[in-house]
């Protein structure tokens, strides 16, 4: 788990000074994106929340 959490702090803190968003970073980030019937948006991203325990 700690390995984890350096990998996402790793690679949150390479966006972090960025001056543009670019495709490369959404890519890296977000796996996809669905537009339900309403058009609400549903992100599925890269990463997942680490669970305490």
């Known amino acids: 788990m700690v390995?984890?959490?350096e990998k996402l702090k790793k690679e949150l803190l390479q966006?972090?000074?960025f001056d543009e968003l670019t495709e490369d970073?959404?890519?890296r980030l977000i796996n996809r994106i669905e537009v339900k019937e309403d058009?609400?948006?549903i992100i599925h991203y890269r990463f997942?929340?680490?669970k305490i325990e």
Do not use: C, D, K, R
């Open 3 to 5: 390995e984890t959490i």
């Open 39 to 41: 058009g609400t948006p």
């Open 25 to 27: 970073i959404l890519h």
């Open 15 to 17: 966006f972090l000074n």
């Open 48 to 50: 997942t929340t680490p």
